[in-house]
Nanobody, 122 residues
Framework: QVQLVESGGGLVQAGGSLRLSCAAS????????MGWFRQAPGKQRELVAS???????NVADSVKARFTISRDNAKNTVYLQMNSLKVEDTAVYFC????????????????WGQGTQVTVSS
């Protein structure tokens, strides 16, 4: 079964940290570029971070220096480490893959996780 399953969301105070995990099954994970997106209420889904098959990472300017994306091919898992969280980081976070890069920009693939809620309180 092809699926992405996120975990690690929750409620945290501003300035705190969370680590999201996304476990993949049914895809050749090591050959898949992966991405993390988020969607806040009333806003469009936006790309937060992506990672290539070789482990090259890209992070959105809005979270740069606070968020880190990584992958463990042995575990078929991609992670999003989120530090110094802000209230504006509150959103549902989605894992996506397998994506492709066009001109250095990650384009989403056809598989989405169910999403995990991240709520940052002031």
């Amino acid at each position: 079964q092809v699926q992405l399953v996120e975990s690690g969301g929750g409620l945290v105070q501003a300035g705190g940290s969370l680590r999201l995990s996304c476990a993949a099954s049914g895809i050749t994970f090591s050959a898949s570029a992966m991405g993390w997106f988020r969607q806040a209420p009333g806003k469009q889904r936006e790309l937060v971070a992506s990672i290539s098959t070789r482990g090259s990472a890209n992070v959105a300017d809005s979270v740069k220096a606070r968020f880190t994306i990584s992958r463990d091919n042995a575990k078929n898992t991609v992670y999003l480490q989120m530090n110094s969280l802000k209230v504006e980081d509150t959103a549902v976070y989605f894992c996506n893959g397998p994506g492709v890069y066009y001109g250095g920009t990650y384009k989403s693939g056809g598989i989405w996780g169910q999403g995990t809620q991240v709520t940052v309180s002031s």
